[in-house]
Nanobody
Framework: VQLQASGGGLVQAGGSLRLSCAAS????????MGWFRQAPGREREFVAA????????RYADSVKGRFTISRDNAKNTVYLQMNSLKAEDTAVYYC????????????????WGQGTQVTVSS
């Protein structure tokens, strides 16, 4: 499966952005989707994940209550709505997919998109 992330940009602290991740290829498979981020000089970290049905989600503590992950399987697209953005949310955001089960470690995901830059100015 191929993943294409989009929607990043420059936003002021307190603002919002919505990231999208479009899947193509073997989209008939039921993939768990995740969002990760990587800031300069830091390791890639888990942000959020969602089951294929959308019935289960998981968030990093740092984004709980501010970010919402959702998906539209008819469009093969996963979204990350980011509200109340902070300077520390600045990073390259990646979407990822794995066949079964929500996971929070990057090494557990099989497919990755190219990343989209999110910059939050304070």
């Amino acid at each position: 499966v191929q993943l294409q992330a989009s929607g990043g940009g420059l936003v002021q602290a307190g603002g919002s952005l919505r990231l999208s991740c479009a899947a193509s290829g073997r989209t008939s498979s039921r993939y768990v989707m995740g969002w990760f981020r990587q800031a300069p000089g830091r390791e890639r970290e888990f942000v959020a994940a969602i089951s294929w049905s959308g019935g289960s989600t998981r968030y990093a503590d740092s984004v709980k209550g501010r970010f919402t992950i959702s998906r539209d399987n008819a469009k093969n697209t996963v979204y990350l709505q980011m509200n109340s953005l902070k300077a520390e949310d600045t990073a390259v955001y990646y979407c990822a997919a794995r066949p079964i089960g929500i996971a929070t470690m990057a090494s557990e995901y099989d497919y990755w998109g190219q990343g989209t830059q999110v910059t939050v100015s304070s």
